[in-house]
């Protein structure tokens, strides 16, 4: 049964602190995507490449978000440096496009960031 | 920007009773997903809708597009304890780069046993 998977599942960082957060999306999907998740701004896309190709990272902060995909098997989200407000859920979720279809996104189980 | 609103954002009701989500845009769609997201879970895809007018139906579950294509409605006859959830309603529509894409902010449901 193929799924995202996501690591670390929890990480509680100080402030000022390096964050990566890693995600194997199912083999064979073109398409990742990164999601910001809290209880007060819902659930935000922050990017999503197309094979490989970051497409739209409008929302992210860019001053301390980077993402990449190194390769085909793997996305990363980095925040440098992190603040407490940084503080939520983040999902990947990886789907297949074509042309300016979208279809269904299936999503990791997220990893639960607390800055102190 | 592209705006998707949902109502209600919480709905408590007995169990056996039917539910009702709505979804609404500010600007015609090119398609919407609804996505289930149990506590402490991760979101799941249900279904999505592409034509003007669509229903489609899910079980218990019954989901609408509307004709203008800017609303959308998701529909549970007689609830379960197991539908206890946030359902999350995605707009998408064509950009510059492809297809992009808003979530509403999701509707929590309660179910009372």
């Known amino acids: 049964d193929a799924r995202v998977t996501q690591t670390p599942r929890d990480k509680v960082t100080e402030m000022g602190q390096e964050v990566t957060m890693r995600c194997q999306p199912i083999l064979g999907h073109n398409t990742v995507f990164w999601y910001r998740q809290t209880m007060m701004q819902g659930l935000e896309l922050l990017a999503y490449?197309?094979?490989?190709?970051?497409?739209?990272d409008s929302g992210m902060p860019k001053d301390r978000f980077s993402a990449e995909m190194p390769d085909a098997t793997l996305a990363t989200l980095k925040i440098q440096p992190s603040e407490p407000r940084d503080s939520a859920v983040y999902f990947c979720a990886s789907g297949m496009t074509e042309g300016t279809s979208f279809n269904e996104q299936f999503f990791g189980p997220g990893t639960r960031l607390t800055v102190l | 920007g592209q705006q998707v609103m949902q109502i209600p954002q919480y709905q408590h009701v007995q169990e056996g009773e039917d539910f009702t989500t709505y979804c609404n845009s500010s600007?015609?769609?090119?398609?919407i997903q609804w996505y289930k997201q149990r506590p402490g879970g991760h979101p799941v895809f249900l279904i999505q809708l592409v034509k003007s007018g669509e229903v489609k139906k899910q079980k218990r579950l019954t989901f609408q597009f509307g004709e203008a294509k800017k609303n959308s409605s998701l529909h549970i006859t007689a609830t379960q304890t197991t539908d206890v959830g946030t359902y999350f309603c995605a707009g998408g529509w064509r950009g510059n780069y492809g297809q992009n894409f808003v979530f509403g902010p999701g509707t929590r449901l309660s179910v009372l046993p």
């Open positions: 600007t015609t769609l090119s398609n």
């Open positions: 490449f197309r094979n490989r190709a970051p497409l739209d």
